[in-house]
Every structure is written in structure tokens, then in C-alpha cells.
């Protein structure tokens, strides 16, 4: 299995209805969603890219609208552990109850950030709070990550604190 997180930025408040969920409204910002894929990470990151897909993770719907700034890789195994660890820092400011969580216990598992804060703030807090770090972190090319392959990506390398790219 691999984790992975995704930095997605929304340019404007939208309502969205996400699946059978009712209509939901997104404030425009930053947001981080905590992800695991079973098997072919890479494929399972490439469909988050593309535009035109069949809608089938909640997430889809909210990419729709938005787009992928970043990229974040994780070791650890431990999706719903990631997205608690998220819950405790001082940079999130809100979230949308039971995104991405319909098949565990979390309370989400997509975050919006601060309105100062930006994706290597989150990482920079998640190492120092929890001793977490990426293995890897990508940011898009002009902050937006579009179709195509990782070698496409500015790369990062790991990340810490007071590294930013």
C-alpha cells in the first residue's frame, strides 16, 4: 500500500454535491486530502490528475473544480493515522465532515488550510509536531500539477523543516 497526500487548490467557493452526499459548500482555499492506494500508486495519481474521468472516489468530485498544486508521498501505511495527525495542527482550519472517510472511522480525510498557510507549512508543522515527514513531494510547474508523467514534476526531494522549493 502507499500514502499519499494531495495539496488542492479551489479559486473559488463552490457547492458541490459530492456522490449520493447532499450539496456541499467549499470555501475557496488550499486543501490537503489524505489518500492510500492499494496497489499502482502511480496509476491511482495520474487518474487524480486527469480532467475527464468517471466520478468514483468523493475526491473526484471536488477535482472537478479544483486543481493539484502538490504531491506528497508518505512511508507509513497509516492513512486514517495521517488524517488524525492533520486534525491536531495549528494550520488547518476546517474540514468536510467524512470525505474521503466513508469506509472508516475518521472524521475526514480532506482538510482546508489557514488562509497564510501554504502545502510545505503543513509538512514543515507535520515533522515537528509528529515527527512525520514525506519520502517525496512534488509541486507543479506555475503551482498547478497537470495530466502527464512525474518526470513532468519540479521535485522536491524530502522535505523539512525550513525547506521550501
Known amino acids: 500500500m502507499a500514502l499519499y497526500v494531495l495539496g488542492i487548490s479551489l479559486k473559488e467557493a463552490r457547492e458541490i454535491s ?31 490528475l486527469r480532467r475527464e474521468k468517471k466520478k468514483h472516489w468523493h475526491i473526484d468530485f471536488l477535482l472537478e473544480y479544483a486543481d493539484i498544486v502538490g504531491i506528497a508521498l508518505f512511508r507509513e501505511e497509516a492513512e486514517c493515522f495521517l488524517a488524525q495527525c492533520f486534525m491536531g495542527l495549528p494550520e488547518i482550519r476546517g474540514f468536510i465532515p467524512r470525505f474521503g472517510a ?45 495530466e502527464g508523467v512525474f518526470a513532468s514534476f519540479v521535485r522536491c526531494g524530502r522535505h523539512s523543516p525550513g525547506n521550501s522549493c
Not at 26 to 38: H, R, S, T
Open 102 to 146: 466513508s469506509d472508516c472511522r475518521c472524521l475526514t480525510h480532506l482538510f482546508l488550510l489557514g488562509e497564510r498557510y501554504t502545502f510545505p507549512d503543513v509538512f514543515a508543522s507535520l515533522e515537528r509536531v509528529f515527527h512525520l515527514s514525506p519520502g517525496q513531494v512534488w509541486y507543479g510547474e506555475g503551482g498547478v500539477i497537470g
Open 18 to 48: 459530492v456522490g449520493k452526499r447532499k450539496k456541499e459548500i467549499f470555501p475557496l482555499g488550499l486543501y490537503l486530502y489524505v489518500g492510500q492506494a492499494k496497489r499502482n500508486l502511480t496509476a491511482r495519481l495520474q487518474r487524480h
